[in-house]
C-alpha cells in the first residue's frame, strides 16, 4: 500500500483533464505556418517532399498529403515553412486541408469542421466506431488505441471502438487502402446501420501518403461513399483525433 501511494504522488494524475484546450509538446510537428513573402520559388522544400504536398506559386501545403517529416521546413533556407505544435487539424472538407499563407490557425478553427444540427443530435451523445485498417503501417493504429487509454480516455465523451460495423454509427479508415483490403473495407461499410459516417486518419487513408503512386492500392471506395471527416496526421496524434470529433458532433 504505501508503495502504491508513492507511485501515485510520484506520477501524479495520468489523465488529461481538459482535452479541449490541452496544449502539445513544442517539438510536436502540427499546423504549417506559411509566409509567402519570405518565399524565393526555390522550389528547395516542393523537390524534397516525398508525398508532392507543396505546390509553389502560391506556397501550399495539402496537410491531407503531408506526412510532417519536417523535410521541406529544414530545406528552406528563407524560412518560408514553419511548423507549429498545434493540433487540430480536423476538417470536413479535404479542400481546406490545403495551407496557405492566408491561412491563420484562428480562421482553420472557425471554419474547418462544419457539420449539421442533424448529425449533433443523432451522434452527440454516443458515437461508436468501427475502425478499419485498409494496409496501413500501424503507426496510426497504434494512436487510435491510444485514444482509450487512461491518458486520454475517449470514452468519457461517450466515442468507442467497437468490434463488429453492426454495432458502429460509423467506421474509421486507416491505411492507403490496398487491393486486398478494398473488398473488406465495403463489406465493412455495408454492415454498418444507417446513418452513419466515414471518418479518413492519416495522409495515407486520405491521399494515399507515401502509397499514393502504387500500382496495389484500390481508393474506388472513396469515389462512391461520402467522407465526412479528414484528420491529417502521420501518424494522428491522440489529441488531434478526440478533438476533431468533439468538434464533428458538437461536444
Known sequence: MFNSLKV???????FIPDIKNSVINEKFRGFPLIKQ??????????????????????????MGKCIFCGDCENSCSSEAIKFSNFHKLSSTSREKLIITSDTS????????????????????????????????????ELELNACSNVNFDMGRFGIDFVASPRHADGIVITGPITENMAESLENAY???????IVILVGSCAISGGIFQKSSK????FLEKYNVDLFIPGCPVHPLSFINGILDFIGK
Request: hydrophobic fraction near 30%; glycine fraction near 8%; aromatic fraction near 4%.
Open 105 to 140: 490557425i484562428d480562421d482553420f478553427i472557425t471554419d474547418a469542421v462544419v457539420s449539421s444540427e442533424k448529425i449533433k443530435k443523432i451522434f452527440g451523445k454516443s458515437l461508436k466506431f468501427r475502425q478499419v485498417s485498409a494496409g496501413g503501417c500501424n503507426g496510426c
Open 217 to 220: 492500392i484500390d481508393r474506388n
Open 190 to 196: 455495408n454492415a454498418t446501420p444507417e446513418p452513419k
Open 8 to 14: 501515485k504522488i510520484y506520477q501524479g494524475n495520468q
Open 37 to 62: 513573402k519570405l518565399c524565393t520559388n526555390c522550389d528547395d522544400c516542393q523537390n524534397v517532399c516525398p508525398t508532392g504536398a507543396i505546390s509553389l506559386n502560391p506556397l501550399s501545403i495539402d
